[in-house]
C-alpha cells in the first residue's frame, strides 16, 4: 500500500514534470520563430502548422543519431552528467505552487530548497566538461562554475527580500503574503522591486543565456560543454537550458509577481501563475535576441562590483522596513 504522501507527490510530481516538459519543447519552437521574426526569416515552418511539431521532430533526429563517447573521456562520469542537468532542473518545481494548493510539496524551506538545487546544477557541468577530455569543453566548464558560484550569490540575497517581508521562507506563504497585502510586483516600492531586477539578471546568468552565455560562446569554444556531446545527451543539455530558464520564470514569478494570485482583483488561479512565467519567458527570450554578450572579465566584474554590493543592501533596506515600516501606518507597514 503506497502511503498517501508518497502517492500525491508521484502524481502531482509526474503531472508537473511532463506538463514542464511539453511547455519547454513549445518554447523552444517559439523561440525559433521569433528568432526568425526579429532576423527577417521564416523559422520552422515544414512539420505540422507554422512548424508546430518540430520540436517532436528535433527528438526523434537525436535519438537517431549515433551516441559516441571519446576515448579518452572518463565514461562514468561523461555519460552521467546530460541527465542529472535536468534531474537537478526538475527538482527545483518540487516546491514551486502552481495554484493555491497546487504543488507537489509544500515545503516549509521551500526557498533554500530552490537555491540548493540551483546551485548544484554546476557540478554536472563541470563534470561533463573535465569528462569529455576535451580543451574546449574543459575552459567552458571553467567558465561555467566561475560564472554560477558568482551569481548565486546575488540571487540567493535578493530571494532573501521576499522571504523577510513574508516572514517565511514557504513559496506558498510568499505569494498568500503578496495576496493578503496586495503588493504584487512593485511590493514595497523600491526593495521587492530592484531585487527583482538583480534576482532576473542573477537568473539569466544561471542558465548561461544571452548576455550571459559566455560558458558557451561558440566563437571561442566551439560549444563550449557540449562539444563532445552527440545525439541525445547533447539533447538533454540543450533541454536543461531551455527547462531552467522555463522554471526561473516560475520562481520569479512566484517570489515577485504573485504566482498564482490573480490581478485587479480577479479570480485566484493557475491560469496567473502560467501568464506571469510565459511573460518573463518571452522577456528572456527577447533579451536573448537583442543584447549581445558580455566578455569574461565585464561578466564578473558586474556581478561582483555591483550585483553584490546592491543585493546586500537590499538586503538590509528589507530588514529595516519590516522593522520599522509598521510603525508609520499600513500603507507603509502592510
Not at 241 to 250: I, N
Request: charged share 10%; with cysteine; glycine share 8%.
Amino acid at each position: 500500500m503506497i502511503p498517501p504522501i508518497v502517492l500525491h507527490g508521484l502524481i502531482y510530481g509526474g503531472v508537473a514534470a511532463i506538463a514542464l516538459l511539453t511547455l519547454t519543447a513549445w518554447g523552444i519552437w517559439f523561440e525559433r520563430k521569433f528568432a526568425g521574426r526579429m532576423q527577417s526569416r521564416l523559422g520552422p515552418t515544414m512539420v505540422g502548422w507554422a512548424g508546430l511539431l518540430q520540436p517532436l521532430a528535433d527528438v526523434l533526429k537525436l535519438l537517431q543519431k549515433e551516441d559516441l563517447v571519446p576515448a579518452q573521456a572518463d565514461r562514468t562520469l561523461y555519460l552521467l552528467s546530460p541527465p542529472l542537468t535536468v534531474f537537478f532542473t526538475l527538482a527545483t518545481v518540487a516546491v514551486i505552487p502552481f495554484g493555491v494548493d497546487v504543488a507537489v510539496a509544500n515545503l516549509p524551506i521551500g526557498v533554500p530548497w530552490i537555491l540548493a538545487f540551483s546551485g548544484l546544477m554546476v557540478f554536472p557541468v563541470w563534470t561533463a566538461g573535465w569528462a569529455s577530455a576535451n580543451k574546449y569543453a574543459l575552459l567552458g566548464a571553467m567558465r561555467a562554475v566561475a560564472q554560477g558560484i558568482s551569481y548565486e550569490i546575488p540571487m540567493l540575497l535578493t530571494a532573501l527580500v521576499p522571504v523577510i517581508f513574508a516572514g517565511s521562507m514557504n513559496v506558498n506563504e510568499i505569494v498568500r503574503w503578496q495576496a493578503e497585502h496586495h503588493w504584487i510586483a512593485l511590493w514595497p516600492p523600491g526593495p521587492g522591486l530592484f531585487a527583482f531586477v538583480i534576482f532576473f539578471l542573477s537568473c539569466l546568468a544561471e542558465a548561461n543565456r544571452i548576455p550571459f552565455d559566455i560558458p558557451e560562446a561558440e566563437s571561442e569554444l566551439v560549444a563550449g560543454v557540449t562539444t563532445e556531446y552527440s545525439g541525445m545527451r547533447f539533447g538533454l543539455f540543450y533541454l536543461a537550458e531551455y527547462l531552467h530558464t522555463l522554471v526561473a520564470s516560475a520562481v520569479a514569478s512566484a517570489l515577485f509577481f504573485g504566482g498564482w494570485n490573480g490581478i485587479f482583483g480577479l479570480p485566484d488561479g493557475i491560469h496567473w501563475m502560467l501568464a506571469k512565467t510565459l511573460t518573463l519567458f518571452f522577456l528572456i527570450t527577447w533579451i536573448r535576441w537583442s543584447l549581445l554578450r558580455f566578455r569574461a572579465d565585464q561578466l564578473m566584474r558586474i556581478c561582483w562590483t555591483y550585483l553584490v554590493p546592491a543585493s546586500l543592501a537590499l538586503v538590509m533596506i528589507s530588514a529595516l522596513w519590516v522593522h520599522y515600516a509598521p510603525q508609520l501606518g499600513p500603507m507603509w507597514g502592510g
